[in-house]
């Protein structure tokens, strides 16, 4: 046994003894292909009945099963928790999930990570390696993921690779979305928020039954915020929201075995990107920083000023989704088919990576995505005395393009130019140089000025095809022996296009100075100002204009053995060994790249245990897992110019979770969440040739959430219900690698990396017949502000480095109606 293993085993019996010993209890935990529902207490106890601990229902298993039966980890968020601290989109949902994280400051370009494990690409040649689903449908990559929620009913997050059960891009783990659906009942709400920041929210439901079988179910939200970042010069607010959504349903039944459900989604997004603030120093202009920058020198975003010169900064986002699923019952079993399209266009466009309004320093980003794709799934099950059984098939096709530009001016091309000494001329500069001479001789043209674009034009054809079953045996009353398997195949036709810069008003501008004959006096060729700063890597250069094409396939097999055992009708133990499979891709800023597909192996075993007579529940387990060959797109630091290249590393990991929930009296309840996770590189030498192997990646040991809610009956006067939430995620564990990427431990000034807290409280009065409810709510209450990124494009060639923070305190009121 290998010392990790060793101190695994260890950390487990420790877990499951401190468990048993100390009144805690609950972790939710259970993987998402299907809905589960868990009503608040509120609403499904009569007032003066005692107050239980709520059995919480979920099909993460394909099959309806109590939470506590369910062996896996998994956490559940119902619409109460969503409701408790505000959350618009899963963004704001992660800080009280340990061991997620939801990167969502770009809502079109998201980046998930769980237990460590992420993808670090904004591509479309790869994909996620947390799979979120809505309804059980698989939500894709990129721009489609992170949309507003609309009358969702509950979220799953499934812990460790789901590749059985979910199949592809779930190596991490899964993201389960579940919406309510239309009902039997007559019912309509609204909902306003106003806040500070000018915070305005709007959402409104309406459930209508059309006869004995069927139901409408529409619902749609408007949501707007001036942001809270200004231009220091403009006054210009530099990171508002601006969005609408909505969401129809119908619901019938045909016959007394089938029942069908199609539903549309659509979201449009139409505001500023992101937004930047320089964290160097400037001399006075013409003056540009000093290479190499001193890191130590660098300022505090928190502390100054921003301001920005973006051109067009714009995110932007259409996106629309019909999904069918009808159920038909046989005498054996039933059948499930599920039938999904989705299709979005969308554009991260102007986002500003220099953070100055400087145009001899500027440099934005743009990212452009058209994706359509459709989803099929057959799926039968079946149960009998000894067997629960699940099997079927899908089918996944995804068309998508994207371009991927670097924007800038001919100023500050020249500021790089001359930074890099690349300027056949006297002073260093190349178009500075020019305009000396031409207004020397009085001629009234300029080379500064010109609009500079360099871009990347990709698209992927991807074809996945599954067969998968599992099977529950009921080997005794106590003892269930799980296997499930499932057989994937990835195709994906791929290609890119890198074309020669352009700018128009700039060749204009040549073409006049060679009809004048001005090149041959200067005895400098026309073609010494067409080149390219930002895609310049040998194979970029090789191919510059020609379209490259590639088709690669992969195909695995993902086994899930589990083992649960039931002591009695309250604890169960369990231990499983399980693989998630993420397919292969591509680089898209890179020509001709590949990625080889990811495996993770992952060995699990844990506790779960309810108290009734206490009211209290807890989970526990731990993990150790093998995760081969991660994808990531890297920024390499170590050329003249930064570039994008293919990096892939081999982990590992052990770890803890733990959850517990507690209905300390009637009115009051606590709830404790908990992840530990010792992640270390296994093999893995970066780009610029630092082996790190052994040491971390990065991850944070500990992260914490806990919650306190107190309900206040007040018979005639209504309820009155408060609600507490803080959550913390520890600091990031430096290494090699995360000091040369500028992601910790690179400035005393910044504390890039620092440990975070969060904290959330909702106060809200509902009247005794529920129809109104006034709230209060506050986010961040502490007004913790935290450096999440930075952005170090041109950190080697223009001496600029900007810097993204976290939202600062924000609150307001709400007044809802319910019918």
């Known amino acids: ?60 298993q394909s099959r309806e099963q109590e939470l506590q039966d369910v ?49 670090s690409d904004f591509g479309i040649g790869t994909d996620p390696a947390v799979g979120v689903y809505v309804d059980g449908v698989y939500a894709g ?44 009942e ?34 749609g939200l408007f949501n707007h915020s001036d942001g809270w970042i200004n231009d220091a010069v403009t006054g210009e607010h530099l990171n508002p929201e601006n969005n609408w959504a909505t969401r129809a349903a119908f619901r019938t039944r045909f016959g007394d075995n089938t029942t069908a459900t199609v539903s549309w989604d659509h979201e449009s997004l139409d505001q500023r990107a992101q937004v930047t603030t320089g964290i160097v120093a400037l001399p006075p202009a013409p003056a540009t920083p000093t290479l190499p920058i001193d890191e130590s020198a660098y300022l505090d975003p928190r502390k100054i000023p921003t301001a920005n010169d973006a051109v067009g900064s714009n995110e932007f986002r259409r996106f629309d989704g019909v999904t069918l699923i009808v159920d038909h019952a046989f005498e054996w079993g039933g059948l499930t088919s599920t039938t999904s399209w989705r299709d979005y266009d969308a554009a991260n466009a102007a986002v500003d990576e220099d953070g100055t309004n400087r145009l001899d320093l500027y440099v934005d980003s743009t990212n452009t995505e058209s994706n359509t794709s459709v989803y099929q799934e057959f799926k039968f099950n079946g149960s009998s005395d000894r067997l629960d059984w699940v099997a079927g098939a899908s089918y996944f096709r995804e068309k998508a393009d994207q371009t991927s530009e670097v924007n800038t001016y001919t100023d500050a091309v020249d500021t790089i130019v001359r930074n890099l000494g690349m300027a056949p001329t006297p002073t260093g500069t190349l178009f500075g140089y020019v305009d000396q001479q031409l207004q020397a001789f009085g001629v009234p043209l300029t080379l500064m000025g010109h609009r500079w674009n360099e871009r990347f034009t990709n698209t992927a054809d991807t074809r996945a095809y599954a067969l998968f079953g599992d099977v529950i045996w009921h080997a005794t009353d106590r003892l269930n022996l799980t296997f499930g398997l499932r057989y994937t195949r990835d195709e994906k036709d791929f290609s890119w296009l890198n074309t020669q810069r352009t700018a128009p008003t700039l060749d204009a501008t040549l073409d006049q100075l060679e009809a004048m004959g001005f090149f041959a006096l200067a005895g400098i060729p026309k073609e010494t100002f067409v080149f390219d700063v930002a895609f310049i890597d040998p194979p970029a250069m090789l191919n510059k204009g020609v379209l490259n094409r590639t088709s690669q396939s992969w195909t695995d097999l993902s086994p899930r053995f589990v083992v649960d055992y039931h002591f009695n009708d309250d604890t169960m133990g369990y231990a ?45 387990s731990a993990f150790y897992y093998v995760y081969d060959n991660r994808q990531a797109v890297r920024l390499d630091m170590t050329t003249a110019i930064p570039r994008y290249v293919v990096d892939t590393s081999d982990l590992e990991a052990f770890g803890l979770d733990f959850d517990t929930r507690w209905q300390v009296t009637d009115g009051l309840a606590l709830d404790f969440n908990a992840s530990y996770i010792d992640s270390t590189y296994k093999d893995y030498v970066t780009p610029e040739g630092v082996d790190v192997s052994g040491q971390p990646t990065g991850i944070p040991k500990w992260s914490a959430a806990v919650g306190i809610d107190y309900l206040w009956r007040m018979n005639d006067a209504g309820d009155l219900r408060f609600t507490l939430r803080h959550a913390y995620r520890g600091a990031t564990r430096c290494s090699d690698e995360s000091q040369s990427q500028g992601t910790c431990g690179i400035s005393p000034a910044l504390d890039l990396g620092e440990s975070q807290q969060l904290t959330n409280a909702r106060i809200a009065w509902t009247s005794a017949q529920g129809h109104w409810t006034w709230a209060l709510y506050g986010r961040n209450l502490l007004d913790n502000q935290y450096i999440n990124s930075l952005g170090t494009y041109g950190k080697t060639v223009l001496g600029t480095v900007g810097a993204r923070v976290t939202e600062p305190r924000t609150y307001g009121v709400e007044v809802g109606v319910k019918f």
């Open 186 to 219: 007559q019912e309509a709400r609204a909902k306003l928020r106003l806040g500070n920041y000018g915070k305005q929210y709007f959402e409104a439901m309406l459930n209508q039954p059309v006869g004995e079988d069927s139901a409408f179910r529409i619902n």
């Open 71 to 119: 062996p896996i980890a998994l956490q559940v968020i119902d619409a109460q928790i969503i409701e408790d601290v505000a959350a618009e989109d899963l963004g704001d949902l992660d800080s009280f999930v340990p061991g997620l994280v939801v990167d969502s400051q770009q809502p079109t370009q998201p980046n998930f990570e769980l237990r460590g494990i992420s993808t």
């Open 141 to 184: 990559r990129g721009g489609g993921v992170l949309l507003p929620f609309t009358d969702v009913e509950r979220i799953e997050v499934l812990k460790g690779p789901q590749g059985t059960l979910f199949g592809r891009n779930t190596a991490a783990g899964a993201i389960s979305i579940i919406t309510r659906k239309p009902g039997n």
């Open 1 to 60: 046994m290998s010392l990790k293993q060793g101190v695994l085993c260890t950390c487990l019996r420790r877990a499951i003894v401190g468990a048993c010993a100390l009144p805690l209890a609950a972790l939710a935990q259970q993987p998402p292909e299907a809905p589960a529902q868990a009503q608040p207490a509120a609403e499904t106890a009569p007032a003066d009945a005692t107050q239980t601990l709520d059995r919480i229902i979920v099909t993460a």
């Open 576 to 620: 499983s060994l399980a693989k998630g499979y993420k397919a292969g891709g591509f680089n898209s800023l890179q020509i001709d790249s590949e990625f080889d597909n990811e495996d993770v192996w992952n060995f699990e075993t844990g506790i779960k245990q309810a108290f009734p007579d206490l009211r209290l529940s807890y989970n526990a």
